[in-house]
């Protein structure tokens, strides 16, 4: 039981990841350049986006595709793997957006009982 929660633990720390999740919700409209997702992932350095796309590559989620032209034109693509967790990044996504008032005010009461 012990190592497949550490199995399990390290695909939700990929998947669960902030910006793996945005990534993956952006390629779900086909395939996309690094400098394209770049500026559709606000806030995302160049070192930290080419590490999550590099992990998702690794965990099969995004296939990396180098076209022959000059400069040569690198597209990032969801795999069948990758298209698969779409939908419960949605759901997750849904969830968090109807409850974003619930856990505000759950927050804001649990700080004023701190302070």
Not at 8 to 30: E, H, P
Not at 44 to 71: A, C, K, N
Request: aromatic content about 6%; glycine content about 10%; hydrophobic content about 40%.
């Amino acid at each position: 039981m012990g190592g497949d929660c550490r199995k399990v633990s390290r695909v939700l720390a990929r998947v669960g990841d902030k910006w793996s999740v945005l990534i993956v919700m952006m390629l779900g409209g086909g395939p996309r350049r690094f400098n394209e997702i770049r500026r559709m992932v606000g806030g995302i350095s160049q070192r930290m986006l080419t590490l999550t796309l590099r992990g998702l590559e690794r965990d099969g989620l995004v296939t990396r595709t180098i076209y022959p032209t000059i400069p040569p034109r690198v597209e990032y693509n969801l795999t069948e793997l990758g298209h698969s967790l779409r939908a419960p990044v949605q759901a997750l996504g849904d969830w968090a957006l109807a409850h974003t008032d619930t856990i505000e005010v759950a927050q804001r009461t649990f700080d004023a009982r701190q302070d």
